[in-house]
């Protein structure tokens, strides 16, 4: 499974930004997909996770009531729509995906490349 993360930019505080992945070589609804976020000097973080159907969600406490995760099984892409975006988001965000649920885990079958998020404050 390949994973082609989009959608960074440069964005001012409180703005918002969607991200989006698209993953093609596999059967897409087979995994469960989520974004993990690196900031610079920091480690990798977990941002949000959608299983299968989108019957279950998980986001950080830090990014609860502000990103929202979804997916498109026809499209095989999942997105990331970030609102109120705050200087602390900036980071490479990556979205990942595994066979397995819940989010987040130790590991993940696969990842995408990462797209940078900078919000100037």
């Known amino acids: 499974v390949q994973l082609q993360a989009s959608g960074g930019g440069l964005v001012q505080a409180g703005g918002s930004l969607r991200l989006s992945c698209a993953a093609s070589g596999g059967t897409f609804s087979s995994y469960c997909m989520g974004w993990l976020c690196q900031a610079p000097g920091k480690e990798r973080e977990f941002v949000a996770g959608i299983s299968w159907s989108s019957g279950s969600i998980q986001y950080a406490d830090s990014v609860k009531g502000r990103f929202t995760i979804s997916r498109d099984n026809a499209k095989n892409t999942v997105y990331l729509q970030m609102n109120s975006l705050k200087a602390e988001d900036t980071a490479v965000y990556y979205c990942?995906?595994?066979?397995?649920?819940?989010?987040?885990?130790?590991?993940?079958?696969?990842w995408g490349q990462g797209t940078l998020v900078t919000v100037s404050s």
């Open positions: 990942v995906a595994d066979r397995h649920y819940p989010f987040p885990r130790m590991s993940y079958d696969y």
